[in-house]
């Protein structure tokens, strides 16, 4: 058998590869209006050879402001009619540009106040902030705003360019008071790293090269502390979340759930978990238009075939059984609110969460943050642009994480139902205690005519899947059985005495309400076993065949529990500490 030999890579197929393998960091602006955002990003591509021929000559054709120089920078970003009429962002900007060293994705934000929604979407798929500040006029109230909402959406490392040095002849006392000032106040904020470069980005210095004219700065220019800058993955995120944005059925012999992977990797043979049904199977397949795969992680968009044909719809979303999203109508969020007219507590809205679309309302408002001193305020209800944390109530539940912990998950919108505007941002902070039901005054009756508890709000609670062990006949060995889970704090009965009419209904009822029922009825043939296994569904049916147990009931029912553990209806026993200090 002849060996296989590989070709070698040609020099443009060797410069592909390797810019693949490039590291990518993505990059948000922000400030207040008319610091140079859009310049600063200008120059920075300009300089790093980021921009095309004919881009260059199409702004430089654009130029008409003359202190801008013979080629306005800010025309390489700001592309609307209006932007470069009236000289500001108004929509958020997206400019991808590579160096040897990574390759970056930069969103050009608007700083003016009108806009701020614009540069929190900016911001939301960002690693790192660069907030400009001009050296003439300080820190402002919408640069404090930028920051903290650029923490809010979980930025941790900023890079603070105080621009327009030029204009206050490149002082280190204007560049250490600002930094002062600036660092004070996001000492109160979860910044893991803080970095001040001064710039003069109409004029490049300290941009691309180290300027002449500042020389007691000793650090790094802007792009090389880009091109070096370490950005953690402060919120690593390792469980599985599949919100499904679409059930694929081209024919009778394929059915596949479509969306992309929000967190995590899933792999053929996985077992998983439908919220908010509690139902689980296990992944035959990872389907794509190139072929299936053996693995898919985030954010891959992929189609997910079943083993089990189980009731998956649009919204739903998959997830390991052992590690399950939270469950709840009720939720404590951070919001910023982007609409002119003031959140009404009560009033009925939309919520946009991952795949699906509910209505709910904002049952209150506990506090409002004031930007300047960070202050908790208590009010009533959030203007245009003020950030605040709310309780919110949703008519169906929804399927989170934190957002500290998962951003695709514990992000959501608010949308008006009547205008159809997006109205805020939320990031979920905590899930909220369940509050008791409300008045017939205060709900409609239809809204109660099914329980408000999910199946997976119950796994949640029990620490357990819901199951029917089944030990036709052996009533002994159930009761053991039953004991030794109920001190390994399950939720467990046994069901001896029924009549064989209403077994069905009577198991079927036990795993909705989350129980693991061990059934020990005599039932003499197998087709009543098939009817009872048909109730329940077959992933939360076990039929063990008693013969094949140890003939010691103690033994007997240690070897179900450890079948139980195996797949995954139970958690296993910790394993006993051994070692350590004082032993």
């Given at each position: 058998m002849s060996a296989t030999v590989q070709r070698p890579l040609t020099d443009t197929e060797t410069f592909l590869k390797r810019n693949e393998e490039k590291d990518l960091l993505r990059i948000s602006t922000a400030g207040s209006v008319d610091d140079g955002k859009s310049t600063l990003i200008g120059r920075l591509l300009y300089d790093s050879k980021g921009v095309y021929e004919d881009q260059i000559a199409s702004a430089r054709k654009a130029t008409i402001n003359p202190a801008a120089g013979p080629l306005d920078f800010a025309l390489l970003t700001d592309g609307l009619r209006s932007e470069r009429e009236q000289g500001i962002t108004i929509d958020v900007a997206y400019r991808y540009f590579s160096t040897p060293k990574r390759k970056f994705i930069i969103a050009d934000t608007p700083g003016h106040e009108q806009y701020t929604r614009n540069m929190a979407t900016g911001a939301s798929t960002a690693d790192l902030a660069v907030i400009l500040i001009d050296a003439?006029?300080?820190?402002?109230?919408?640069?404090?705003?930028?920051?903290?909402?650029?923490?809010?959406?979980?930025?941790?490392?900023?890079?603070?360019?105080?621009?327009?040095?030029?204009?206050?002849?490149?002082?280190?006392?204007?560049?250490?008071?600002?930094?002062?000032?600036?660092?004070?106040?996001?000492?109160?904020?979860?910044?893991?790293?803080?970095?001040?470069?001064?710039?003069?980005?109409?004029?490049?210095?300290?941009?691309?090269?180290?300027?002449?004219?500042?020389?007691?700065?000793?650090?790094?220019?802007?792009?090389?502390y880009l091109e070096t800058v370490k950005v953690a993955m402060v919120r690593k995120f390792d469980y599985m979340r599949f919100p499904v944005q679409y059930v694929l059925r081209p024919n009778q012999e394929f059915r596949g759930f479509a969306g992309q992977v929000a967190s995590g990797s899933v792999r053929p043979g996985d077992p998983v978990m439908v919220l908010p049904s509690g139902r689980t199977s296990r992944v035959k397949s990872i389907t794509t238009y190139d072929g299936d795969l053996s693995q898919a992680f985030a954010p891959m968009s992929v189609t997910l075939c079943l083993e089990a044909e189980i009731d998956v719809s649009r919204g739903d979303m998959l997830v390991p059984p052992q590690h399950?999203?939270?469950?709840?109508?009720?939720?404590?969020?951070?919001?910023?609110?982007?609409?002119?007219?003031?959140?009404?507590?009560?009033?009925?809205?939309?919520?946009?969460?991952?795949?699906?679309?509910?209505?709910?309302?904002?049952?209150?408002?506990?506090?409002?943050?004031d930007v300047n001193t960070l202050e908790h305020e208590p009010v009533d209800r959030l203007g245009f642009n003020e950030i605040g944390s709310l309780l919110v109530e949703t008519k169906r539940p929804l399927f989170f994480d934190s957002y500290d912990d998962n951003r695709g998950t514990g992000a959501f919108i608010l949308i008006d139902p009547l205008t159809n505007e997006t109205v805020a941002a939320g990031m979920i902070t905590a899930r909220t205690a369940l509050e008791p039901l409300r008045t017939k005054e205060q709900h409609t009756l239809d809204e109660f005519a099914s329980s408000r508890v999910t199946p997976a709000e119950r796994h949640l609670r029990a620490g357990h899947r819901p199951v029917v062990v089944w030990l036709a006949g052996n009533a002994d060995l159930a009761y053991v059985l039953e004991r030794k889970l109920f001190d390994r704090g399950c939720l467990v009965h046994v069901v001896s005495e029924v009549d064989r009419r209403i077994l069905g209904s009577v198991l079927e009822t036990s795993?909705?309400?989350?129980?693991?029922?061990?059934?020990?009825?005599?039932?003499?043939?197998?087709?009543?076993?098939?009817?009872?296994?048909?109730?329940?569904?077959?992933?939360?049916?076990?039929?063990?065949?008693?013969?094949?147990?140890?003939?010691?009931?103690?033994?007997?029912?240690?070897?179900?529990?450890?079948?139980?553990?195996?797949?995954?209806?139970?958690?296993?026993?910790?394993?006993?500490?051994?070692?350590?200090a004082g032993i």
């Open positions: 003439r006029n300080g820190v402002l109230p919408q640069s404090r705003r930028h920051l903290h909402i650029a923490t809010l959406l979980g930025i941790r490392h900023i890079v603070v360019t105080v621009n327009k040095m030029d204009l206050v002849d490149f002082s280190q006392q204007v560049f250490d008071q600002v930094s002062s000032e600036f660092a004070s106040f996001s000492a109160r904020l979860p910044v893991a790293e803080l970095k001040f470069i001064p710039v003069s980005a109409l004029e490049g210095d300290n941009v691309v090269t180290p300027s002449r004219r500042m020389p007691w700065y000793t650090g790094p220019c802007l792009l090389e399950p999203a939270h469950v709840a109508r009720r939720f404590e969020a951070t919001m910023v609110w982007m609409n002119h007219k003031p959140l009404e507590p009560g009033k009925p809205y939309l919520v946009k969460h991952t795949t699906q679309q509910v209505g709910g309302t904002v049952t209150s408002v506990r506090y409002r943050v795993t909705d309400t989350g129980l693991i029922s061990i059934c020990a009825v005599e039932v003499e043939d197998e087709s009543t076993r098939d009817e009872m296994k048909r109730a329940v569904g077959n992933d939360r049916f076990l039929a063990l065949n008693v013969a094949r147990l140890p003939e010691n009931i103690e033994d007997a029912s240690d070897a179900i529990c450890g079948t139980l553990e195996e797949k995954g209806y139970i958690r296993p026993l910790p394993k006993p500490f051994i070692g350590g």
